[in-house]
């Protein structure tokens, strides 16, 4: 678990980093370089879950390339869920508890589960942002690597969040 104190939020508690798939950690379809480490290093704080509705068809390979990232670092597999679409990825964060979860996405189906979670970070990547997402974000940043960082450096987090 992720636990922090916010200045104008107080205690946080974040058990749980739901993940879009394509356009947040993945580009075209393929898992970006770096992500994959990133998140093994986060699995061993929160569950780590992806959603996707496999636009292209790659999920299955990039939920492999992650089970051996994840594997070799000793840290939990992350949990893969199918979705058709946003209502899918909103029931979902609610079904974990929205309290103690991180939504990261860029689409306009991650707006609904973005609004549902404690935190939500937008990320605007090659693939761009849809302007619902960007309006249910409780951060905004320029890539997964970033969005991921934060979690992982959560004094970057703690700045921004902050009242």
Do not use: F
């Amino acid at each position: 678990m992720l636990a922090l104190v916010v200045p104008g939020r107080g205690s946080v508690e974040l058990a749980h980093l739901v993940c879009d798939m394509n356009g947040t950690l993945a580009e075209d379809g393929d898992l970006l370089e770096g992500i994959a480490g990133r998140l093994a290093q986060l699995g061993k704080q929160m569950q780590i879950h992806v959603v996707t509705a496999d636009t292209y068809g790659t999920a299955a390979r990039n939920e492999e390339q992650l089970r051996i990232v994840c594997v070799a670092a000793d840290t939990p597999i992350p949990r893969w869920e199918r979705v058709v679409a946003g209502d899918d990825k909103e029931a979902y964060v609610r079904a974990l508890g929205p309290e103690s979860v991180v939504a990261v996405g860029n689409g306009a189906n991650d707006a609904r589960m973005m609004q549902a979670a404690r935190l939500s970070i937008c990320v605007i990547g090659s693939e761009g942002a849809h302007g619902t997402a960007l309006l249910a974000a409780d951060i905004v940043t320029r890539s997964p690597l970033d969005a991921l960082d934060m979690l992982l450096y959560p004094a970057r987090l703690v700045a921004t969040w902050r009242h």
